[in-house]
């Protein structure tokens, strides 16, 4: 049987089934577009495609408004910063559905067209509107996914720098471009209600959380450094919100004096910003040689059993059939993956300056721990179906990090902790086949998944007993 993969002639739409209202959708039909406002995509495909968007990836990155949206769209269609995000919530939709997987690059491609129209008007106007931005913010989410990190990076960066224009990193936002005329633009701040606030916000925390990714990635500080004083996201879902938030900020979080109800969403704030502390930590050490790393360290692990015991304790209970909150599993999954991280540091610490014995071994206890706690949450995951599976699929992004983390602490184990070998076998084979069904092969590590295998195989293959000559006595 021939298999040739350059012979066949038929189009991408006839080879696979893709529905058929994206047939006449070439490359060419949709680079047409470049300068006009109109769309490539039939009208009656975007109600299918934001219906996608907001099933799959609104769990997880629950900072659009959909009644808002829709309203919107209702009566001022022929905006341009809310076709944009229109256009940009179809890409994703089309990302999270094969049967509308065709629409992906024209609605991608005409979302940068239209953002692209928004920058060139000359009064500004389209820069400071909600829908630019979280247009911006749901390409970078888009990009980050794709093998060109720069091209996500500077998007993302147009977001950080146009949520700085409209004031959204100060708790009661106010458009810097309404301060000096010179500077920017001079438009009178909004009159919003407590819905439009808080989705103002949620934008904010949304692109807060990219930025830490970002300067992970790139090890560089990341642009929202420092006290950040925006409210945390409140516990209802957006569209329901009425009241003003009166939620506190990252820093009163761990008052633990307050029982407050935090939501997934702020709990992923509040673990990023741990996330943060411990990237500055990791980095402080290695530059700084006075740094006092023991003080950082408990005090960051005060931080984290803070979370685990209190402040987000309601959100890590993830094992309940009932639990459809996949957001509170990919919390649960970084914050083990937080642990490993600071209690790897403290392990090369102690060693090298030759600490007793007993800090080591309780390191290496709480990575255990945590490794095992991103097995359960992996096996969790495992059992999830229909929507919620595609949800975890999709936020992969999210998680995959946190995964090779896991991943490396169990073949650490496997090599300085024999005694346990099977257990650490087994959760590798977890982890990596996981990583095979979830994680996009360009997203991976080049060769650690063979190189987990190549380790596997190895430490069940059979020891040979060294040859003793046999005695005999009579």
Not at 41 to 56: E, G, K, T
Not at 68 to 82: G, K, M, N, W
Not at 206 to 211: A, F
Not at 251 to 269: L, M, R
């Amino acid at each position: 049987m021939s298999t040739d993969f350059s012979s066949g002639t038929q189009s991408v739409n006839e080879t696979f089934d893709v529905d058929p209202v994206f047939q006449g959708l070439s490359p060419s039909s949709y680079s047409e577009v470049g300068s006009q406002a109109s769309s490539a995509i039939p009208a009656a495909v975007f109600p299918r495609l934001h219906a996608s968007f907001f099933d799959v990836f609104y769990p997880v990155l629950p900072f659009i408004n959909p009644v808002r949206f829709h309203a919107e769209l209702a009566q001022c269609p022929d905006s341009i910063p809310l076709q944009a995000l229109s256009h940009a919530i179809a890409a994703l939709g089309a990302l999270a559905s094969n049967e509308l997987s065709g629409a992906l690059e024209a609605c991608y491609n005409q979302a940068r067209t239209l953002l692209e129209l928004c920058e060139r008007q000359e009064n500004g106007a389209a820069l400071v509107d909600i829908n630019t931005l979280q247009t911006y913010v749901l390409l970078s989410v888009y990009e980050f996914r794709q093998p060109n990190f720069a091209r996500a990076w500077m998007t993302l960066g147009r977001a950080m720098r146009l949520a700085k224009i409209m004031g959204l990193d100060k708790k009661n936002p106010q458009p810097a471009v309404s301060l000096d005329q010179d500077l920017f633009i001079t438009l009178p701040p909004p009159l919003l209600d407590p819905a439009q606030m808080e989705e103002r916000r949620r934008t904010f925390w949304q692109i807060y959380i990219l930025d830490t990714y970002a300067a992970m990635r790139t090890k560089s500080p990341p642009v929202f450094d420092g006290q950040v004083s925006v409210s945390l996201p409140c516990p209802c879902d957006l569209s329901n919100v009425t009241e003003v938030n009166n939620m506190p900020n990252l820093q009163q979080a761990f008052d633990t004096s307050k029982n407050v109800p935090f939501s997934s969403f702020a709990g992923a704030i509040i673990v990023v910003y741990i996330y943060r502390r411990c990237f500055d930590h990791a980095h402080t050490w290695f530059s700084e040689p006075s740094y006092s790393f023991w003080d950082t360290h408990y005090t960051i692990d005060k931080a984290i059993l803070q979370c685990r015991n209190s402040i987000i304790a309601h959100l890590l209970n993830t094992s309940s059939p009932a639990s459809k909150d996949i957001l509170a599993l990919i919390l649960r999954m970084n914050l083990a993956g937080l642990e490993i991280k600071l209690h790897e540091l403290a392990i090369t610490k102690a060693e090298k300056d030759k600490l007793p014995t007993a800090l080591i071994t309780e390191a290496i206890l709480r990575c255990q721990s945590a490794a095992m706690d991103i097995v359960e949450s992996i096996r969790i995951g495992q059992r999830l179906t229909g929507g919620e599976m595609e949800t975890f699929r999709q936020a992969n992004l999210f998680y995959a990090k946190t995964m090779t983390k896991a991943i490396q602490a169990y073949m650490w184990m496997l090599n300085h902790l024999k005694n346990n070998a099977p257990t650490h076998i087994n959760a590798l084979r977890l982890l990596v086949s996981s990583m095979k069904e979830l994680i996009d092969a360009k997203h991976l590590r080049p060769g650690l998944l063979e190189q987990v295998d190549a380790k596997v195989a190895e430490a069940e293959r059979p020891k040979k007993r060294p040859f003793l000559p046999s005695t005999h006595s009579f």
